[in-house]
């Protein structure tokens, strides 16, 4: 735990005072889900619904494709639902940015009213859990300033050791919105029919929802990564095309994971973050795990570049499905972790007010 103040934690710091701890989680905004962990983790202030896509104009010249970038992020999380609710403290988890091959954090401060934990699960995710005393009057929110650093990413090569957060066979099973059976299993054999290696099976697979699919969020029942859903309705936004992939893939034998994050602007100027945005990766023994962004590929007709590649336009917070806080939460498994979740009284809070502005750093 540290104190109620403002603390600038460098990376191999804040490793170190990670305690060993267990899971994460959260979910997505669709209009017409019953249960708060199911309608999304708390939505920005104007706009409850995942960002559209990440930035493809290029600032200044900056090219996201060939080109790592430098984002300067300030996440501000208001706590004034929070009083008068209950006579307990709320229980609110907020998801930090990842640190892997593909990414780094290079400063995290962060200002709290009491003290925190920081924590991560057994698939390599970050959170800062805390307990706040809300004041009678002040400032009531905690704030988190971090500069992360991202490439552009091609994959993770090699054979990931068993056991460790990027193990193929974590990525295997079924889960609540991502059956195997029916008629994904069913889609998912048509489709690779003909192939005859794993590398050819994934292309295959990422092609048909490129092709099957429809970029909408019109109507009721997109945006939960329900992949049956997915399947039958044949649109949605990028939670739903990478849930049928993985369902379809998964059913084929193939491991495919889902990775959440945030879209980050081109320009140097600071702006809103309005959502998230997500993508999947997918593993071929040849290749290691390679990384897919199909609803940006069908929104923008880019199907070869969004396949093995993605830009340096996002930051990565969050792996997996039906994750488990740190320490764990008192409700059901959250479907996926991007927005602060919280809890009064042992069940969920609903909807945690936040902003997220970020800029890009010149180089």
């Known amino acids: 735990m540290f104190p109620n103040s403002r603390i600038t934690l460098p990376l191999l710091l804040l490793t170190a005072l990670t305690p060993i701890f267990g899971a994460v ?13 199911d309608a999304g983790h708390a939505a920005a202030p104007r706009s409850p619904t995942p960002a559209s896509a990440p930035a493809q104009a290029h600032g200044g010249g900056f090219d996201p494709w060939n080109e790592p970038a ?14 008068g609710r209950s006579h307990d403290a709320p229980r609110l988890w907020i998801p930090l940015p990842a640190d892997n091959d593909h990414q780094r954090v290079r400063s995290l401060a962060i200002s709290a009213p009491g003290p925190y934990q920081v924590g991560c699960d057994t698939l390599g995710n970050r959170m800062l ?35 460790t957060p990027l193990d193929p066979g974590r990525y295997l099973a079924p889960q609540r919105r991502i059956p195997l059976d029916g008629p994904i299993r069913a889609l ?15 292309r295959a697979l990422y092609d048909e929802v490129t092709r099957s699919m429809r970029y909408s969020k019109h109507g ?8 049956a859903w997915a399947c039958r309705s044949g649109f949605g936004n990028c939670t739903d095309f990478h849930s049928l992939l993985i369902g379809m893939c998964r059913s084929s034998g193939i491991p495919a994971r889902f990775v959440i994050g945030f879209p980050m602007p081109a320009s140097p100027r600071e702006t809103t973050v309005a959502g998230y945005h997500c ?24 199907r070869d570049d969004y396949f093995g590649k993605l830009p340096a336009d996002r930051i990565e917070l969050t792996v997996g499905r039906d994750l488990t806080l740190v320490p ?36």
């Open 25 to 37: 989680g959260a979910d997505d905004s669709s209009p017409g889900a019953k249960h708060p962990q």
């Open 70 to 83: 430098r984002y300067a992020l300030t996440w501000r999380i208001d706590l004034t639902w929070a009083a």
């Open 129 to 163: 859990y805390l307990t706040p005393r809300i004041p009678t009057g002040g400032d009531r929110h905690v704030e988190i300033r971090c500069v992360v650093e991202r490439r552009p990413c091609t994959g993770s090569p090699g054979s990931p050791v068993a056991g």
């Open 188 to 202: 998912a054999r048509r489709t690779i029919r003909g192939t005859r290696t794993t590398g050819e099976r994934i």
């Open 220 to 227: 009721t029942g997109w945006g939960r990564g329900d992949a």
């Open 279 to 302: 993508w999947a990766e997918v593993f071929d023994p040849d290749r290691g795990w390679i990384p897919v962004d199909a609803s940006e590929a069908q929104k923008t007709g880019r």
């Open 328 to 363: 764990p939460q008192s409700g059901p498994a959250l479907n996926f972790f991007v927005y602060p979740y919280a809890e009064l009284a042992g069940q969920p809070a609903g909807r945690v007010p936040w902003t997220l502005r970020a800029r890009r750093c010149p180089r």
